[in-house]
C-alpha cells in the first residue's frame, strides 16, 4: 500500500480529484490517499499566514498521519503524474529522513494564481513533492506539538531534518518555471493549474484537461 498525503484547498478542489486520478489511472500497487486539511486534522490548530495554504504547514504532519511507519509520498494537489506513482520506490533508495527535488530558481512571475503572492526564498518548491522516511528519529520529531509552533524556515528549510535526499528534476517539474521537459513524470502546475483564466495554454494543460475528462466521465 502506498499511502499518498495531499494537500487539499477548497479554492482548488477540482485539482485535487484530477491529480488522485491521474496517480489510481496508472499506479501498479494498491494506494491511500490522505487530504491534508485542517477540518480533518483536529491536532493541527496553527491559523493560515500572509500568503500560505491551508496546507502550507500541515503537509508536514504527513509522518504523523501515516502512523509514523513505512514511507509516504506528500504532493501538492496543482500537480499531475504521468507515470506509475510506484516507480519513484523502485528508482531510489529512500533511506534519508525525507527526499525531494531540489530546485534552485528564481519565480519568474510576481504573482500566482487566485492573487497569491509569489514569494522568494531558498529551497523554493522542495517541499512540494516529498517523500518520507516514516520511522527515522527526525521524521519522529514531527508531531503536532513542534509543527504548530514552528517557523516556516524550520519546516521548510528542513532544519529539523538531518539528510534529506535528492530525487531527480522529473519527479517535480516546474510547468512556467523550468525548461520544458518532455520526460516529467510529474508535473506542477505551481503559477496556477489550466483551469484557471490566464493558465489554460502552458505546458502540459492538454494532459491536465484530458485527465480532467476522464474524471467527468467516471461521475
Known amino acids: 500500500m502506498i499511502t499518498i498525503c495531499i494537500g487539499f484547498d477548497p479554492k482548488e478542489a477540482i485539482a485535487y480529484h484530477v491529480l488522485c486520478h491521474s496517480i489510481l489511472s496508472r499506479a501498479s500497487e494498491p494506494v491511500c490517499f490522505i487530504p491534508i486539511n485542517k477540518t480533518n486534522i483536529p491536532e493541527f490548530t496553527r491559523g493560515m499566514e500572509d500568503g500560505s495554504t491551508e496546507f502550507s504547514f500541515s503537509r ?3 509522518p504523523f498521519l ?3 511507519t513505512g514511507r509516504s509520498i ?3 494537489c496543482d500537480m499531475l503524474v504521468l507515470c506509475d506513482i510506484a516507480e519513484i520506490f523502485n528508482h531510489y533508495n529512500l533511506k534519508a529522513d525525507v ?4 530546485h534552485d530558481y528564481i519565480p519568474k512571475e510576481g504573482d500566482k494564481f487566485l492573487g497569491n503572492i509569489q514569494h522568494v526564498y531558498p529551497k523554493k518548491n ?3 513533492l516529498m517523500v518520507f522516511c516514516n520511522h527515522t528519529k527526525a521524521c519522529w520529531s514531527l508531531k503536532p506539538e513542534i509543527v504548530n509552533p514552528a517557523t516556516g524556515r524550520y519546516l521548510h528549510q528542513f532544519e529539523w531534518a538531518e ?3 535528492e530525487l531527480g528534476k522529473e519527479w517535480n517539474h516546474l510547468v512556467g518555471e523550468c525548461e520544458p ?3 516529467a513524470k510529474i508535473v506542477h502546475f505551481t503559477l496556477g493549474i489550466p483551469s484557471l483564466k490566464g493558465y489554460q495554454d502552458q505546458e502540459y494543460s492538454d494532459e491536465w484537461f484530458e485527465e480532467l475528462t476522464k474524471v467527468s466521465r467516471s461521475c
Open 66 to 68: 501515516s502512523g509514523y
Open 99 to 102: 527526499s525531494v527535488v531540489k
Open 60 to 62: 508536514f504532519l504527513t
Open 126 to 128: 522542495w517541499s512540494s
Open 163 to 165: 539528510d534529506v535526499g
Open 74 to 76: 506528500y504532493l501538492d
Open 181 to 183: 521537459n518532455p520526460s
